[in-house]
């Protein structure tokens, strides 16, 4: 895992990855086992609470896609969303995917629930976040990702693959052919009987559970192939 600050930055390297079919399960751990692994932890707290659950995040480039698939501990996973674009970090468990292309002033995020249900934000800056403005205004309404998502038959973790085309996440064309960008990987884990989900974030940089400080997102080279 990478410690990363804006002072100065080191670069988190995503490897190319084989090809696999969003759905075939055996052959995503096969293929992404080559990605770049993350762990979720709670870098903000002296101590995790007692009620975290781990998981493991890859991250890998397959031809002209950015691959996200996750692995993650859950007590009951659930989240009551069934609608498109629905605040799901408010319905129950979700991973996101937070990411801003180099030298540019917006961000995406992204978020799967363990059903697969979606929602899809972009922030022009993050003045916009800050305004805390009706949400619709930064809504999605074209898909923007694939994804995939499977509760495992103990209902004691779920996996998913979020798959999202390399240009949007670097805002190509690039005249400099950069291929970096910042990113965050975070999680809402609402365990049954918990009024408050335990937040987690797969980086060591977040000094507080403040998922759009971008400052301390971590930077990312995407490999080429």
């Known amino acids: 895992m990478s410690d990363l600050s804006a002072a100065a ?11 696999f079919e969003l759905g075939d399960w055996d052959a995503t751990a096969r293929s992404m086992a080559a990605g770049a692994r993350l762990d979720f932890g709670q870098p903000w707290l002296p101590e995790i609470e007692p009620d975290f659950a781990p998981g493991e995040v890859w991250l890998g480039v397959s031809g002209d896609d950015l691959i996200v698939y996750g692995v993650l501990k859950d007590d009951q996973p659930a989240n009551r969303a ?8 408010l319905t129950g468990d979700a991973l996101e995917f937070f990411f801003q292309a180099e030298e540019r002033p917006g961000y995406y995020e992204f978020h799967v629930t363990p059903e697969d249900c979606r929602l899809q934000l972009f922030f022009p800056s993050r003045a916009a976040f800050a305004e805390r403005g009706p949400l619709q205004r930064l809504m999605i309404a074209e898909s923007r990702f694939e994804s995939a998502t499977r509760v495992n038959a103990t209902r004691t973790g779920w996996e998913a693959i979020m798959r999202v085309k390399l240009p949007l996440v670097l805002d190509e064309p690039r005249e400099d052919g950069s ?4 990113f965050l990987l ?20 977040l000094n507080a559970p403040n998922f759009h400080d971008v400052d301390r997102w971590t930077w990312a080279e995407a490999a080429r192939g």
């Open 179 to 182: 291929r970096r960008f910042r």
């Open 82 to 89: 069934t609608n498109w674009n629905e605040r799901t970090w």
């Open 9 to 19: 930055p080191k670069c988190l390297s995503i490897p190319a990855v084989t090809r």
């Open 186 to 205: 975070s999680r809402y884990d609402y365990q049954p009987g918990r009024v408050r989900p335990v937040m987690s974030a797969a980086t060591n940089a």
